[in-house]
């Protein structure tokens, strides 16, 4: 058993990891399987396990994140294209944004969050901000404060329910019909929320759809079985000029940004199949439990990053 480990035990050049090659996509498969229903590809959890379990923490593990993300989140994509609830205009306004603003991300990264304490700390607070907003979601929606709260969530989508119908598009504002109810969103506001996105989530290493779809389930009263596709999709795309990002542009000094792409690509892998089939579950699973989940996990995991940092 111990020839078995040794063998499969292998030591990645970029990052300096050495780990068994079955993990890293045991690892990722788990978590997307799960967060993939929320709209989430999972790179959000797999910082921390980067950072806590692989000591990897340098500015390129956000750029092997990126790397994650585009070979995972292809599988759910399709998914939800095939199943008819990818809402193109919501992930064309999201790209928009979050392109250029990810390249301020890197730059962030590179420069001010290049000190793992530091990045641990600004983790931390990240996705403490990201499952706050959750919560609050949540609490709105279960005391009905919430602008949609009269808007009836479906426990879960089966058939032609599930697709969505596309009313009218323009640059001010877009509308869509879902489970016989409709739904709107301000094309300028999404527009500036998600530049604002892609910079944090670039420099965290995400694509954005962990801050995309919580805000768009709590600013715009969008059920998630609407939210999901577009945000996985926006993510992907995102992630593929952040890989570019942190590989080709030249950083002064001895920072190293270069993506680990051998161990970026196995955790893909694990993802890519994650994300498939949690996309694929989706419509079976109520959403209340989805959301309370995938915020607990924030919440955990961004506090856990400032507990172990400070004490």
């Known amino acids: 058993m111990e020839n078995i480990f040794a063998v499969l035990t292998h030591h990645f050049i970029v990052s300096g990891v050495e780990i068994n090659v079955l993990i890293p996509p045991a690892v990722a498969f788990v978590i997307s399987f799960f967060t993939s229903i929320a709209g989430i590809s999972g790179a959000f959890l797999l910082m921390p396990f980067q950072v806590s379990m692989l000591n990897y923490a340098s500015p390129s593990a956000s750029g092997t994140n990126l790397v994650y993300n585009i070979i995972a989140i292809p599988g759910g994509v399709y998914r939800f294209i095939k199943e008819g609830r990818m809402l193109w205009p919501l992930s064309a306004v999201v790209i928009a944004g979050t392109v250029p603003g990810s390249l301020g991300g890197f730059y962030t990264r590179a420069f001010l969050l290049d000190d793992p304490g530091v990045f641990r700390i600004f983790s931390g ?3 403490l901000y990201i499952g706050a907003r959750m919560a609050y979601d949540i609490y709105r929606k279960q005391t009905g404060i919430c602008s949609g709260s009269d808007v009836k969530e479906p426990d879960s989508m089966n058939g032609d329910a599930c697709r969505i119908t596309l009313e009218s598009a323009d640059l001010s ?4 019909c879902f489970n016989g109810n409709s739904y709107s969103f301000s094309v300028p506001g999404l527009f500036l929320i998600s530049f604002l996105v892609g910079l944090a989530g670039g420099a965290y290493g995400i694509g954005g ?10 600013a715009y009263g969008l059920p998630v079985y609407t939210i999901a596709g577009a945000a996985l999709f926006s993510g992907f795309v995102t992630a593929f000029f952040g890989v570019i990002f942190y590989s080709f542009i030249p950083v002064a000094g001895d920072v190293s940004t270069a993506p680990d792409i051998a161990l970026g690509a196995l955790f893909g892998l694990g993802g890519f199949l994650g994300i498939y089939f949690g996309a694929r579950m989706q419509r079976f699973i109520p959403e209340k439990p989805v959301r309370i989940g995938i915020c607990c996990m924030l919440l955990a995991t961004g506090a856990g990053y400032l507990v172990r940092y400070f004490f």
């Not at 504002?173 to 869509?176: A, D, E, G, N």
């Open 209 to 218: 759809g962990a801050i995309i779809a919580p805000f768009c389930m709590a």
């Open 125 to 127: 607070l990240f996705l």
């Open 173 to 176: 504002k877009v509308s869509f």
